[in-house]
């Protein structure tokens, strides 16, 4: 379940988020003949959805009766090699104020926020294509654009890591040697009460 984010008094920081999409699949990878032949009656965007989730990190803050959106941008960290070589770790930008949320929905994020959900910038709108009908019948693709709108998903925390199976702590059961000579008594026992009897019998069918 997503929840819609009003950015309608914050487009122009919207805006400034789209420069550094620079590089990621655009319009689902597909070329204008694809779009024609295979997405007829669909708005085929520039961006996927879920585009804004690897480059921006997204917090919120409740004021005025709603919880505003923050975007940073996510700045990778970097070594520099040579005589004196340095580590830059992974920061983040200032943040990017770019919408508020409905009052309506607070119960439901703050839910989410004490459960430790993470929240997640989804992005709609934007540049699209679109099939269209010329005046001569004729098919072909044509490129618009809307506003960008945003909106959250929140996802589920990460289960905690399974425990490792504990060391067996009960002994393995090992053979009583006192018992394997028990054992090997009681087969000499039967064997004897099996063979005395029959030679008994064959020494009596040779003496007849």
């Given amino acids: 379940m997503s929840i819609k984010v009003n950015s309608a008094n914050y487009q122009g920081n919207v805006d400034r988020l789209i420069p ?11 070329n204008n003949s694809k779009i024609l032949n295979f997405h007829f009656n669909e708005k085929i965007y520039q961006f996927d959805t879920h585009v804004l989730e690897n480059e921006f990190v997204c917090t919120l803050q409740y004021r005025d009766d709603c919880y505003q959106v923050f975007l940073q941008r996510i700045i990778p960290g970097y070594t520099i090699t040579g005589e004196h070589p340095e580590q830059h770790p992974t920061t983040l930008s200032d943040p990017i104020l770019v919408g508020v949320t409905n009052s309506r929905s607070n119960s439901l994020i703050k839910k989410y926020l004490e459960e430790n959900y993470t929240c997640i910038p989804l992005l709609y709108g934007g540049r699209y ?3 269209i009908v010329g005046k001569d019948g004729d098919d072909h693709v044509e490129s618009f ?8 998903e929140f ?3 990460r289960n ?9 702590t009960t002994p393995p059961i090992q053979t009583d040697k006192n018992s394997t000579g028990c054992m090997g008594c009681l087969i ?6 099996i063979a005395v ?3 008994i019998f064959l020494n009596m069918i040779f003496n007849y």
């Fill in 145 to 152: 654009r809307e506003p960008f709108r945003l909106a959250l």
């Fill in 155 to 157: 996802k589920k925390p």
């Fill in 160 to 168: 905690e890591p399974a425990l490792e199976p504990q060391q067996q």
């Fill in 188 to 193: 000499i026992v039967l064997i004897a009460i």
């Fill in 129 to 131: 294509k679109k099939v």
């Fill in 197 to 199: 009897p029959l030679l």
């Fill in 20 to 30: 550094y999409l620079e590089g990621y699949e655009t319009f689902a990878g597909m």
